[in-house]
């Protein structure tokens, strides 16, 4: 053998070895990555995760290509993400935050095939930590991206007004409420919910022994229930079998009739009217539940029994009540109606007097 061929194959047996050197060397490093990641789960479900994040970090520089590795430093990144809720974690939170966004985009780019399940998991996860590091305006822009790829999904439009509301912007969300019912007019639950929105001032404080926003006049609490009252029949119009509109309108009936100021013994015309459109309020509230009776095909509560079982109450008016008041309301609106027509006449009386005093007086 020449001294070319002698060492030509000097280099081959070298470099053999050396791939064979490397090969060893490589899986060896795979052997201890695995090692540290299993150390890593270990620490993490002592829900120790920045340990554990050191120890999936340390893998990643002996076996940077795998992908376990991503989603396990991604889960606790978030966990600690969500552990750290004070003002002034808000920085750490961040960084911690970051990372769990990055390594879950990692793992799902170096999935070898990608499922919808992979896709919706990683989405998932994506918006938990948005939420979690209060980021407003990405996860608004994330809805209002999802709502213009895919108009017309109404659920995206609640789902917007909620984020709008979460960022402390409450006049969007509104908008986006309304927004609902012009986009969807045919849809009840969006006249439904709308109705809902407006109602919310009407309820009373959480400490509060009353029934209805004492915070709010009662002509303020007559006007909102009427507009929740309007929207909710919006609702019933496109469906009649829409059982929570009814539950709904019964309690804005109620709200007008606590709004109603309703005094004993009522001798002026005006209280007198205010205490017959109370009771028609209550039996308003009443007819409402009776619908939702009917729907949920409960009885009618037995007359002078216990009822044994869930039964629908009775009306708070009898029909002869109901005539009386329809009576006595005829003939205050007829008076209301001659006392105006009479000073209306005086009035007109007194300014014809008032003209010819006036020529005389020239």
């Given at each position: 053998?020449?001294?070319?061929?002698?060492?030509?194959?000097?280099?081959?047996?070298?470099?053999?070895?050396?791939?064979?050197?490397?090969?060893?060397?490589?899986?060896?490093?795979?052997?201890?990555?695995?090692?540290?990641?299993?150390?890593?789960?270990?620490l993490y479900k002592d829900a120790k995760f920045p340990e554990a994040i050191e120890k999936y970090d340390a893998a990643e520089q002996l076996e940077p290509d795998?992908?376990?590795?991503?989603?396990?430093?991604?889960?606790?990144?978030?966990?600690?993400?969500?552990?750290?809720?004070?003002?002034?974690?808000?920085?750490?939170?961040?960084?911690?935050?970051?990372?769990?966004?990055?390594?879950?985009?990692?793992?799902?780019?170096?999935?070898?095939?990608?499922?919808?399940?992979?896709?919706?998991?990683?989405?998932?996860?994506?918006?938990?930590?948005?939420?979690?590091?209060?980021?407003?305006?990405?996860?608004?822009?994330?809805?209002?991206?999802?709502?213009?790829?895919?108009?017309?999904?109404?659920?995206?439009?609640?789902?917007?007004?909620?984020?709008?509301?979460?960022?402390?912007?409450?006049?969007?969300?509104?908008?986006?409420?309304?927004?609902?019912?012009?986009?969807?007019?045919?849809?009840?639950?969006?006249?439904?919910?709308?109705?809902?929105?407006?109602?919310?001032?009407?309820?009373?404080?959480?400490?509060?022994?009353?029934?209805?926003?004492?915070?709010?006049?009662?002509?303020?609490?007559?006007?909102?229930?009427?507009?929740?009252?309007?929207?909710?029949?919006?609702?019933?119009?496109?469906?009649?079998?829409?059982?929570?509109?009814?539950?709904?309108?019964?309690?804005?009936?109620?709200?007008?009739?606590?709004?109603?100021?309703?005094?004993?013994?009522?001798?002026?015309?005006?209280?007198?009217?205010?205490?017959?459109?109370?009771?028609?309020?209550?039996?308003?509230?009443?007819?409402?539940q009776k619908a939702v009776c009917d729907l949920d095909e409960i009885p009618d509560c037995p007359k002078d029994k216990v009822p044994e079982t869930a039964c629908c109450p009775p009306p708070p008016m009898t029909p002869e009540?109901?005539?009386?008041?329809?009576?006595?309301?005829?003939?205050?609106?007829?008076?209301?109606?001659?006392?105006?027509?009479?000073?209306?006449?005086?009035?007109?009386?007194?300014?014809?007097?008032?003209?010819?005093?006036?020529?005389?007086?020239?």
């Amino acid at each position: 053998m020449g001294r070319s061929s002698y060492a030509n194959g000097r280099r081959a047996l070298a470099a053999l070895a050396l791939g064979s050197l490397l090969s060893v060397l490589g899986g060896c490093a795979k052997i201890e990555a695995r090692d540290l990641i299993r150390e890593g789960n270990a620490l993490y479900k002592d829900a120790k995760f920045p340990e554990a994040i050191e120890k999936y970090d340390a893998a990643e520089q002996l076996e940077p290509d795998g992908v376990t590795l991503f989603w396990n430093r991604a889960c606790a990144a978030e966990s600690q993400v969500l552990k750290m809720k004070e003002p002034e974690q808000r920085a750490e939170r961040k960084t911690f935050a970051d990372m769990a966004l990055r390594d879950f985009q990692k793992w799902y780019e170096r999935l070898p095939e990608k499922t919808d399940h992979d896709a919706k998991e990683l989405e998932t996860h994506r918006l938990a930590i948005l939420d979690a590091d209060e980021r407003c305006d990405d996860l608004l822009q994330y809805w209002l991206e999802r709502h213009r790829a895919e108009p017309k999904e109404e659920a995206l439009y609640k789902r917007i007004a909620r984020q709008y509301s979460d960022c402390g912007k409450d006049d969007k969300k509104k908008e986006w409420y309304v927004k609902r019912t012009e986009d969807f007019a045919d849809s009840p639950k969006a006249w439904h919910e709308l109705a809902i929105l407006e109602f919310e001032v009407l309820f009373p404080d959480s400490e509060s022994a009353l029934p209805y926003n004492e915070n709010m006049s009662g002509q303020q609490r007559l006007e909102v229930a009427d507009k929740v009252i309007g929207l909710l029949d919006k609702a019933t119009a496109i469906d009649s079998k829409f059982r929570d509109a009814y539950v709904w309108r019964a309690m804005a009936h109620s709200q007008k009739q606590f709004a109603r100021r309703v005094v004993e013994d009522p001798q002026e015309w005006g209280d007198k009217l205010e205490a017959i459109r109370a009771r028609e309020d209550s039996m308003a509230a009443w007819r409402q539940q009776k619908a939702v009776c009917d729907l949920d095909e409960i009885p009618d509560c037995p007359k002078d029994k216990v009822p044994e079982t869930a039964c629908c109450p009775p009306p708070p008016m009898t029909p002869e009540d109901q005539a009386a008041d329809e009576e006595l309301k005829r003939q205050i609106e007829a008076e209301m109606k001659a006392a105006e027509a009479a000073q209306l006449e005086e009035e007109e009386g007194k300014g014809k007097r008032g003209k010819r005093k006036g020529k005389r007086g020239k």
